[in-house]
């Protein structure tokens, strides 16, 4: 008894403590719960992008038509999704990063427009266009995360700025593209740059005054990552002291890359964040020896302090750049007649991952595209000395083939079987609805120097659809308690649009040459479809204002999507042409058989500007009125 | 280190003074028109001007450096200038900038990087002056896209080429440091 009240005192003193903070995170939490209001990026803390609005259905889908438009007069490749809060939508476009605040009980007025001043300096060293992935919303502010990496509080009803903080330096290629993240009293963001040797890391700040809580890098020191030797776990083991430098050789971890631009997640009872970790740097896998940790990994840490509770290395020893940034999607499932806490991952990689997220503890690595060789399989066997590791098949290792040579049909590409796309997840169904890529390469590394601010890649790579498909991306319906594909609709170019799922039984999601679609969620039956102004590389969201459900999604195409796509990265004709018209057939046949991997596709797609332009827009979605 | 800047120094000034030569006499465009090989030595051809060009054989089979060019290009120019050189949606197709730009004034933009940024346009090209990895190897890079934009190569990576020249591995190592 006498425990007890101690126990009860203490938490009011905590109470106390952090009163406004908690009250915000509260207040946060309930406009979470309110399906008509979509107030962050993944709809929920566990990323879900689920919404339970069910006016809009399976059956009356068929009679969506466009409820109104917003140009954001932006050009380059548009990530994201727009916020709503209230009355008030707020979108955001690529560099400059201006965001809008749009009055939805006025036909979408602008209520207020903020524009930062940046360097453009910072353009060039955003790898793959000057994507942002959204703002984020609580406490009266809307935060800003800009491409040269500062950090901006504004007020959410004037668009005044409040506080703002430089969290990284452009000059030595560190830039921003992910969106902020609010999980209780603090706003996280991450870092971009693995192309760059920048040594990634998290940052969380407080959101009431922008002053660093704490920052976790993916390599160093146990200083540095937050690491505690003892007590945090890979795979159920503590892991040991300076668990990252013994992995690579000198001081190649400095420059290290291990990148943090994916999508973060939450789980409030267990006060974790989870996300992934990049591409070590660089590209070529030679220069690196060593499992090069903790890039390509999964994490979970503490909120409050950022210590590492556990970390699990995907991709020891990056010879793809298979990125682990993707987003970590937390569901409580069945699994074996038990509940659990649940992780899901699509990995760049090409497997999916699902893992009790309270131990880290891996339950199942499947491959969601077939064609995924790299690797023969995950070892799943706890006694095994690679327990955990991918087995790595000799023929696509670039470690194994060295330097100098190009190696080739490597599938998935470096686009990964998904990139930063987000996935959903439907607890009615128990699936997840994947827009992936389905496209292979061949990959050259070589030696590099480094030069701070500098593109630092080291590999040539060359990609293309796998052997005898004509279809470069598919959308997949995933069990992940079992690691198998529910269904599959073949796209003709990648699904870079971030996935919907609703308690209408719709799940939507965008396509690079600009089409919205709806399909059945049980069977992935498409049920509509219309085509928007500009590719969709933005991730589908939903609202419900005056009684009505909307459906918005932003189009502009671009992104690493756009550098190859639109130029016909992907096009055959290539190989096709070197054998016709330049060797005339005499090259020998092994050169031959591998440079026309990619022929079975030869007439089956163009390039994809053949089917879009640029140009940032908002298309807004409803059924008609009755 | 100190090696390095030096030769990047002479670079930068040869391009600047290039670029006024080419500014006064823009109706002859520097043997941008004319890929010929008139020279060689030691593997590397050269144009009747002597700007550096590519050489591809019957069999195509190309020379070294339009072999290194593409090598180098496919590292850190395609992550903006798409697969060989075909453009993306935000940089221009430099299969066909090269149709009209000169060897001089591509040297100068490699290495003193181009703004473009208004209301429109939000392009910046960076410098990549203190990058070894694309200015040792810029002669590659040029004759790589010199022979995109004469059709003179397809696409994609070119399947037999002539072995590295001593002279390369030798230019290679003193400019870079690697070895």
Not at chain 1, 161 to 187: C, L, Y
Not at chain 1, 310 to 336: A, C, F, R, S
Not at chain 1, 423 to 443: G, K, R, W
Not at chain 1, 522 to 530: D, S, V
């Amino acid at each position: 008894m006498k425990k007890m009240l101690v126990a009860s005192a203490s938490i009011v003193g905590l109470m106390a403590l952090h009163g406004s903070a908690s009250r915000a995170d509260e207040a946060l939490d309930r406009l979470a719960k309110d399906p008509k209001q979509w107030v962050m990026q993944q709809g929920d803390d566990a990323n879900t992008r689920y919404s339970k609005l069910n006016q809009i259905n399976t059956s009356n889908v068929k009679k969506l038509q466009v409820a109104w438009t917003f140009s954001t007069g932006v050009l380059r490749g548009h990530e994201g999704g727009p916020l709503v809060v209230g009355d008030l939508m707020y979108v955001h476009t690529p560099f400059p990063n201006t965001v809008y605040a749009l009055d939805l009980n006025h036909e979408g007025k602008i209520i207020w427009k903020y524009e930062p001043r940046q360097d453009p300096n910072v353009i060039p060293i955003m790898c793959c266009d000057t994507v942002n992935r959204g703002v984020a919303y609580a406490d009266g502010k809307i935060f800003l995360h800009q491409a040269d990496t500062t950090l901006v509080a504004l007020d959410a009803k004037t668009g005044e700025k409040i506080w703002s903080v430089m969290d990284g330096e452009a000059g030595k290629g560190q830039s921003g593209t992910d969106a902020p993240f609010v999980f209780k009293d603090k706003v996280l963001v991450g870092v971009s740059g693995g192309e760059f040797g920048v040594r990634g890391w998290i940052s969380a700040y407080n959101i009431k005054d922008g002053k660093l809580a704490w920052r976790g890098y993916s390599e160093g020191p146990d200083s540095d990552t937050l690491i505690d030797p003892e007590k945090t776990t890979s795979l159920g083991k503590p892991v040991g002291p300076n668990s990252s430098t013994s992995t690579w050789e000198g001081d190649q971890w400095k420059i290290g890359g291990g990148a943090t631009w994916g999508w973060y997640s939450y789980d409030p009872e267990l006060n974790l964040v989870y996300y992934g970790s990049g591409n070590p740097s660089t590209w070529n896998p030679v220069q690196r020896p060593g499992d090069n940790r903790w890039s390509m990994s999964v994490w979970a840490r503490d909120l409050d302090t950022g210590k590492v509770k556990w970390v699990y290395q995907m991709t020891p020893h990056d010879e793809w750049d298979y990125d682990g940034v993707n987003e970590m999607i937390l569901t409580d499932q069945n699994v074996d007649g038990k509940q659990r806490k649940l992780l899901t991952h699509f990995d760049r990689n090409g497997f999916g991952y699902t893992l009790d997220r309270v131990t880290g503890e891996l339950l199942v690595a499947q491959k969601y595209d077939p064609v995924v060789n790299w690797a023969t399989k995950v070892d799943m066997d706890k006694s095994s000395k690679t327990y955990g590791r991918p087995l790595v098949v000799d023929a696509y290792s670039t470690q194994h083939n060295g330097e100098d040579t190009n190696s080739k049909g490597i599938c998935p590409a470096a686009l990964g079987t998904k990139d930063e796309q987000p996935a959903a997840y439907s607890p009615e169904t128990q699936l997840f609805y994947v827009p992936t890529n389905h496209v292979c390469m061949d990959y050259e590394p070589y030696k590099v120097s480094y030069t701070a601010g500098q593109a630092y890649v080291g590999a040539a790579v060359a990609m293309y659809p796998p052997k005898g498909d004509t279809n470069m991306g598919n959308f997949i319906a995933w069990d992940g308690k079992t690691g198998k594909i529910a269904w599959s609709n073949k796209e003709q170019f990648s699904a870079w649009g971030g996935a919907l799922a609703t308690a209408g039984g719709v799940v939507f999601y965008g396509t690079l040459e600009g089409y919205l679609k709806a399909v059945d969620a049980k069977t992935g039956k498409e049920l509509y479809r219309f085509k928007t102004p500009s590719g969709i590389i933005g991730n589908v969201m939903t609202y419900e204002h005056g009684g009505k459900q909307y459906v918005a999604v932003l189009s502009g195409v671009g992104g690493w999507a756009g550098i190859g796509l639109a130029a016909g990265l992907l096009q055959p004709q290539n190989a096709a042409a070197w054998h016709n018209a330049v060797d005339q057939g005499k090259l020998p046949t092994q050169e031959k058989t591998v440079d026309t991997a990619g022929l079975g596709a030869v007439g089956g797609y163009a390039g994809l500007a053949s089917y879009t332009s640029l140009g940032g827009t908002l298309t807004v979605f409803a059924l008609p009125n009755e | 280190m100190t090696i390095k800047h030096w030769k990047f120094a002479l670079v930068v000034l040869a391009s600047v003074s290039a670029s006024f030569i080419s500014a006064s006499s823009v109706a002859l465009a520097d043997g941008a028109d004319d890929p010929a090989v008139a020279s060689s030595e030691n593997g590397k051809y050269a144009d009747k001007d002597g700007n550096p060009t590519y050489k591809i054989s019957p069999d195509g089979t190309v020379d070294w450096y339009t072999f290194s060019g593409f090598r180098r290009y496919h590292s850190d120019c395609h992550v903006c200038h798409g697969p060989n050189g075909e453009g993306s949606t935000y940089a221009p197709a430099l299969a066909e900038s090269l149709k009209t730009l000169t060897y001089p004034d591509f040297v100068s933009v490699v290495t003193n990087g181009r703004n473009h940024v208004d209301a429109a346009n939000d392009k910046v090209m960076p410098s990549f002056a203190t990058n070894v990895n694309v200015m040792c190897y810029i002669d590659d890079i040029y004759v790589y896209l010199r022979a995109r934009a004469n059709n003179a190569i397809p696409g994609g990576r070119p399947p037999a080429h002539e072995d590295k020249p001593e002279a390369a591995k030798q230019a290679e190592t003193s400019c870079t440091g690697i070895k």
